[in-house]
């Protein structure tokens, strides 16, 4: 996941600017209490990783009732692979 992320997740047209996290802190990020490991979702390709999307579990308050729900983070999808139309799948993967 790290090196996905590294390589590929939200950077600007020149490639200049990529966020770049910490192991530790996707570690925490990824498996607060009570998370769900079914909402980690990944493709795997000749044993890479090549895309991901990411849920973890939350409680959201609306209107003075505490609602469960997922908040979804991480969607990526590898550079040499956006034009197969990955993200869409991955998003109703992690949702179904």
Do not use: Q
């Not at 390589?7 to 998370?35: G, H, I, M, Q």
């Amino acid at each position: 996941m790290y090196v996905l992320l590294t390589e590929n997740y939200v950077e600007d047209d020149d490639s200049s600017f990529r966020f770049d996290y910490s192991r530790e802190f996707l570690k925490w990020a990824l498996t607060p209490p009570n998370y769900v490991k079914n909402w980690l979702v990944g493709v795997r390709w000749k044993g890479k990783l090549h895309a991901s999307i990411t849920g973890i579990p939350t409680h959201t308050v609306v209107e003075k009732d505490k609602i469960k729900m997922a908040e979804i983070n991480f969607l990526c999808v590898h550079k040499d692979i956006r034009d197969r139309r990955l993200a869409p799948v991955l998003i109703k993967e992690v949702t179904r």
